[in-house]
């Protein structure tokens, strides 16, 4: 008897990660990418799981739930993480990569595995037939967009993603910025340009009045927390970058020995690092005024742009309305995975893939779906798709806020943080030890 077939529409993070384990699954996998024949706003590279900032998988540590389901992904044999493992660059306490290898070896790696047939080919329609899981991400294509839309029987919500301008190394002046990791964390993996107080004010002024890319009459604009543009904070107040993308706290100005009034932070972009993202400046500024205001930051008088900011439509579906544990409820041989789901965040896109690909193979053997406890950060991450309150549904990053409490004495806030992630790796351990008997059994 054949094999059944298992077709997964993106080649992103999500579904990578979701043909890897489905193919460890028993399956045989059907990956759908639409690039090179069409390409989205945001990306420019043919390769599978390409990234648009190199610190895409941020914090390692467990005192953010993010390194919590990190730690957890590497537990399960995740693909995405072994290969940030393989091509990590220096970001102090994040987990940063050279975003050109990482994509490499994702390329790589699912076009020599013998149970996945990677298709280049732009859908435009869900296949009528078979388990599907559509991970086609927050830019899915318009006609697939519309096929979604219909079969959700809900309008897609949306909101803006902002990416952040990047310059050439050699083109930073370090005679007025300096390398530095904030209160000496981490190694000197940053670059940071210091600003007066009038240098900080005069840029704030700037970046409120300056011209912004339009926005289209038809289009609400939304900006997930998360990633607003550099001009949204400005416009917010005058301080707020100051307590917020550029503080300065803990980077003291080796020529004064005092902290500056705000900070510009630079992390290194890839392995070479001869590119740096500006830290938090993503931006929907023209290019013009990009090129105009940024080079009025200390230190960034002569940068070289490698690339400037830009917006793009992110798009995702009401989960709790639609979808149970990744499964479309009104049809389900369909199972979602990544942004589209209302996850935000590429670490985040990973462990639905990793999910759904776990979930597709044993619902089409008539299985019982494995969920993750709900005391992991794979769990938590699941619960939240299926239980958060729908008629405000909004992406998320995972946090620790969507964990079950603890229960017990009362806990400063770092360590109840590092009990939460030490009782999602405990808890972890017997449901992953589960997955892979049943592996070994099939």
Same mark, same amino acid.
């Given at each position: ?107 790589? *790696? ?7 047939? $990677? =298709?280049?080919? @732009?859908? #435009?329609?869900?296949? !009528? &037939? ?81 011209? *912004? ?7 609400? $604009? =939304?900006?997930? @927390?998360? #990633?607003?543009?550099? !001009? &949204? ?210």
């Amino acid at each position: 008897m054949s094999t059944p077939e298992i077709a997964i529409v993106g080649g992103g993070l999500a579904g990578c990660e979701a043909a890897w384990q489905a193919a460890l699954e028993g399956a045989q996998v059907r990956l759908i990418e639409m690039k090179p024949h069409r390409y989205s706003e945001a990306h420019e590279s043919p390769d599978l799981g390409e990234l648009v900032c190199s610190n895409s998988l941020r914090g390692a540590g467990m005192n953010n739930a993010v390194g919590c389901l990190k730690e957890e992904l590497r537990r399960c044999n995740s693909l995405i993480i072994e290969a940030a493992d393989a091509t990590a660059v220096p970001a102090g306490g994040a987990l940063a990569v050279d975003r050109e290898q990482f994509a490499a070896y994702l390329t790589r *790696k699912i076009e020599e595995h013998p149970s996945i047939d $990677l =298709v280049r080919e @732009e859908l #435009c329609d869900i296949p !009528e &037939e078979g388990t599907v899981i559509l991970a086609s991400g927050p830019l899915t294509s318009p006609a697939l967009s519309e096929k979604i839309a219909a079969l959700t029987g809900e309008e897609h919500l949306y909101f803006y993603d902002a990416i952040a301008p990047i310059v050439e190394a050699d083109s930073i002046d370090l005679s007025v910025a300096w390398k530095a990791s904030r209160y000496g964390k981490g190694g000197d993996d940053y670059i940071n340009c210091p600003m007066d107080e009038e240098q900080y004010k005069t840029f704030v002024a700037d970046l409120v009045a300056a011209e *912004k890319v339009p926005t289209r009459d038809f289009e609400k $604009l =939304v900006h997930f @927390e998360g #990633c607003m543009p550099i !001009e &949204e904070m400005a416009e917010r107040g005058e301080m707020t970058l100051a307590f917020g993308p550029m503080k300065p706290k803990g980077l003291p100005d080796p020529r004064t020995g005092r902290e500056p009034y705000a900070v510009l932070q630079l992390r290194q972009d890839n392995a070479h690092a001869s590119l740096f993202n500006l830290v938090g400046f993503q931006t929907k500024l023209t290019y013009p005024e990009q090129k105009r205001i940024f080079t009025q930051i200390p230190g960034l008088e002569n940068a070289r742009f490698s690339r400037l900011g830009s917006m793009h439509r992110n798009t995702f579906i009401n989960a709790p309305t639609c979808l149970e544990n990744l499964q479309l409820k009104a049809s389900p041989r369909l199972f979602f995975a990544g942004q589209i789901t209302g996850v935000e965040g590429y670490v985040e896109s990973a462990a639905c893939g990793l999910l759904a690909g776990i979930f597709a193979p044993r619902w089409q053997r008539q299985e019982e779906l494995p969920l993750p406890p709900a005391t992991t950060a794979l769990g938590a991450l699941l619960h939240h798709l299926r239980e958060a309150e729908a008629e405000n549904f909004q992406p998320m990053n995972v946090n620790y806020g969507l964990f079950p409490k603890l229960e017990g004495r009362k806990m400063k806030r770092a360590d109840r943080r590092l009990a939460m992630a030490e009782r999602a790796l405990n808890d972890l351990a017997p449901w992953w030890q589960q997955i892979l008997e049943a592996r070994h059994d099939g």
